[in-house]
């Protein structure tokens, strides 16, 4: 049994990880400063597992208040996942980016350095490959940032880097996730952003509940199957769970895992997965490509199954059903 602090912790994937946390026995503090989540996710993170986590309100920038927190708490070990994560706004106010989630761990190793805390766990992402030259992308990959946001990540991960390179007794590791969708089969927590959301199901969850107009498929004329871009979709019960072996797999120094299921779905087939799995229709128009996308993205995932001894079991019909059991109540 471990004392893990999720930064972000009442976000989307920080919300579910504590779940996974708490059912394989550990003990989870959430801090958040409710940006993009509620305080409520408390209770219902508790109504699932029995014992609602402990909360702090503060801001991840604020190295003292992380640090009274990891030596008051006895924190074992951080996962991160607090920051700011549209693209789109990242284009338009890198400050932001950089000062949330930059200056975010800048605070955190800080914090962590000062109390001797060594284990940390960082919420990266697939964009950290850019356009990848080869499918599936595996690790060894190049890195190459895109955007403002991608350009935060990888500078999260550099540090880790060096940090580790710098000091003996570090174990800093880097998950990549590929596409999050999907929420906790309870249907009582699930991806609930403030304001517009920008990714594929919450923007489709949008449409069938009839808070927007059809869903706009970006671009139908990729060099894919059905013309439609395609992504590694894996259900956030799935990553949470990566996060779970990550922490129970201890190593040494820097280590980067990408988590995803290695199979690609289209626009198009997760459109009709949606309607297959749950019965309701998807209203849905032709769009052109949205700038910055790219055709494909599949993950390589034997590094994960091999030091992690984990991989992603749920199937696209799964993400689909519970994604929308948490809409439908919410
Ligand atoms: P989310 O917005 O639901 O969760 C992030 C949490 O961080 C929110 O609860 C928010 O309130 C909190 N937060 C933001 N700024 C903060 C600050 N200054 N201090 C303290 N807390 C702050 O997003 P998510 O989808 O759960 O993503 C979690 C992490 O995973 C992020 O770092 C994101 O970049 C990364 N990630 C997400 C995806 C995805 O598609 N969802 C993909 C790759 C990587
Ligand atoms: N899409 C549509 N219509 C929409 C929204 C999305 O057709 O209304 C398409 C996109 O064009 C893309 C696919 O659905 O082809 C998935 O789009 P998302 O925005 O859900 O996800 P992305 O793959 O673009 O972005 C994700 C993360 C980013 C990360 C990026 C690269 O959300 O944080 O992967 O790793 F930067």
Known sequence: MARILLT??????????????AEAGHVPVLLDNF????????????????????????DIRDRDTLAAVLRDHKIDAVVHFAGLKAVAQSVADPVAYWDVNVGGM???????????????????????YGEPAALPVDETAPTGAINPYGATKLACEQLMENLAASEAGWDLVALRYF???????????????????????????????????????????????????VRD?????????????????????????????????????????????????????KAPRRPGDVPVLEAAVGKAERELGW???????????DAWRFASRN
């Open 8 to 21: 972000g912790g009442t976000g989307f994937i920080g919300s579910h990880t504590a779940v996974a946390l």
């Open 106 to 128: 800048i605070a955190l190793l800080g914090a962590m350095r000062e109390t001797g805390c060594r284990r940390l766990i960082f919420s990266s992402s697939a964009t950290v």
């Open 35 to 58: 940006a993009n989540s509620e305080p409520s996710v408390v209770e219902a993170v508790g109504a699932i597992t029995g014992a609602s986590p402990t909360l702090v309100e503060a």
């Open 179 to 229: 596409n999050p969708v999907g929420a906790h089969p309870s249907g009582s927590i699930g991806e609930a952003p403030r304001g517009s959301p920008n990714n594929l199901m919450p923007i489709l969850l949008e449409t069938v509940t009839g808070r927007r107009g059809p869903l706009s498929i970006f671009g139908d004329d990729y060099d894919t199957p059905d013309g439609t871009a």
């Open 311 to 321: 991989r992603a079991t749920r199937s696209i019909a799964e993400m689909c059903r």
């Open 233 to 285: 979709y894996i259900h956030v019960m799935d990553l949470a769970e990566g996060h779970v072996a990550a922490l129970e797999a201890p190593g040494e120094g820097f280590r980067a895992f990408n988590l995803g299921t290695g199979r690609g779905t289209s626009v198009l087939e997760l459109v009709r997965a949606f309607e297959q799995a749950t019965g309701v229709p998807v209203p849905r128009e």
